[in-house]
């Protein structure tokens, strides 16, 4: 089993990320010193896939998920997938993933009118018990 597995299947065991983990998926991130759009997915990965989430894991994956993100000052349709991954895939949308989306629409240089609705729908939208349409 590669690290990657290693470090989902210990800090996914209890489904909840602990500040004690954090230092073990900082170190999976920051392994090959550049943050590129694998350690999004780890990342997004752990994220949708915790039910709860420590503060110091929100302080690690926001920074990682914009410079990723922005690396070009947009936002493309491939980073557009992972955030709406992350925002939807739990079940609940936290206030600092709403809040991540204003900063990160301020910050970019370019944005696309799919960009705006994403953040328009999401910022809208309630925190759990929502219906993305569909039957």
């Known amino acids: 089993m590669s690290q990657l597995q290693n470090v989902l ?3 996914l ?39 709860e989430v420590c503060a110091e894991f929100d302080a690690l994956f926001f920074p990682v998920l914009k410079e ?5 000052g947009r936002i493309g349709q491939d980073e557009q997938f992972y955030l709406l991954k992350m925002l939807y895939s739990d079940g609940c949308v936290r206030e600092s993933e709403r809040e991540f989306l204003v900063h990160l629409r301020n910050e970019a240089t370019e944005s696309s009118p799919e960009f705006d609705a994403l953040c328009e729908t999401a910022l809208a939208t309630a925190d759990v018990d929502w219906d993305l349409g569909g039957k």
């Open 9 to 11: 299947q210990h800090c």
């Open 68 to 72: 990723v993100v922005l690396h070009d």
């Open 13 to 51: 065991q209890d489904r909840k990320i602990t500040k004690d983990e954090v230092a073990a998926i900082r170190w999976q991130v920051e392994e090959d010193g550049r943050l590129d759009i694998e350690d999004v997915k780890f990342l997004v990965t752990l994220l949708t896939e915790a039910t």
